[in-house]
């Protein structure tokens, strides 16, 4: 299953003041002028942010406020013209921002994995 999450220009909240970027987040999942994508699974969520032309060294990834906030910022280079974009998107209760994050980028498509925290993850029980 996917989900957008969208693609909200910087514009579109930084009229508002800077005070409202959470509220943003959490109304809508993602701000910033880089589509993101999201698929959630029992083991993890996935996140596809769209950065074509982009080079690997050009992108930088991480988290914010304690693991609940996903950045990825990146430079696209033109000539002698560079273009800055930048995502934030909340990451689920469930998901551990300081587990085994995969990170990897294919054509044009950054996709980030973060993996659901071991107490939350469904377990089988077994009977005696």
Do not use: H
């Not at 880089?34 to 596809?48: D, L, N, P, R, S």
């Not at 990170?103 to 469904?122: F, I, M, R, W, Y």
């Amino acid at each position: 299953m996917s989900k957008e999450l969208g693609m909200f220009p910087f514009g579109s909240f930084f009229g508002r003041g800077f005070g409202d970027w959470m509220n943003e987040i959490a109304s809508n999942g993602a701000v910033g002028n880089i589509a993101c994508y999201k698929t959630e699974t029992e083991t993890g969520t996935t996140f596809m942010f769209d950065v074509p032309g982009v080079q690997k060294d050009a992108i930088d990834i991480g988290f914010d406020d304690n693991g609940r906030i996903l950045t990825v910022s990146a430079v696209r280079k033109f000539d002698d013209t560079e273009v800055k974009m930048k995502a934030r998107v909340a990451v689920p209760e469930k998901a551990d921002s300081t587990g085994d994050v995969k990170c990897a980028l294919k054509d044009g498509v950054l996709t980030v994995t973060v993996p659901v925290k071991k107490e939350s993850q469904p377990r089988k029980l077994m009977i005696e």
